[in-house]
Nanobody, 122 residues
């Protein structure tokens, strides 16, 4: 059973940066695609980015391209999401997820963290 624990959320001013961490335990995490999703108040949960453990292939939603960077540390079994030039529109709960296929769709991901709140003030 894979367990995911996010950390690093908080309050930041527009234009600032944050780095989220997702600690992975249990199961064979190296077999999973690791992703970040986010859910703003009143909106559906949306894909942000994914990374493969083995090949470090990455993919980003359009709003994340050029601002967010996903990475992973195999030794620490941790996935990161570095977020730069944040805007109030980035305010959301950010979730880490693990799934079997290289897909950005929510249904692909079987394991989810509890989420971490990011609030960007203007």
């Amino acid at each position: 059973q894979v367990q995911l624990v996010e950390s690093g959320g908080g309050l930041v001013q527009a234009g600032g940066s944050l780095r989220l961490s997702c600690a992975v335990s249990g199961g064979s995490s190296r077999n999973y695609i690791m992703a970040w999703f986010r859910q703003a108040p009143g909106k559906v949960r949306e894909f942000v980015s994914y990374i493969t453990w083995s090949s470090t292939s990455t993919y980003y939603a359009d709003f994340a391209k050029g601002r967010f960077i996903i990475s992973r540390d195999i030794a620490k079994n941790t996935v990161y999401l570095e977020m730069n030039r944040l805007t109030p529109e980035d305010t959301a709960v950010y979730y880490c997820a693990a799934g079997p296929k290289i897909e950005p769709t929510r249904d692909n991901y079987d394991y989810w963290g509890q989420g971490t709140q990011i609030t960007v003030s203007s």
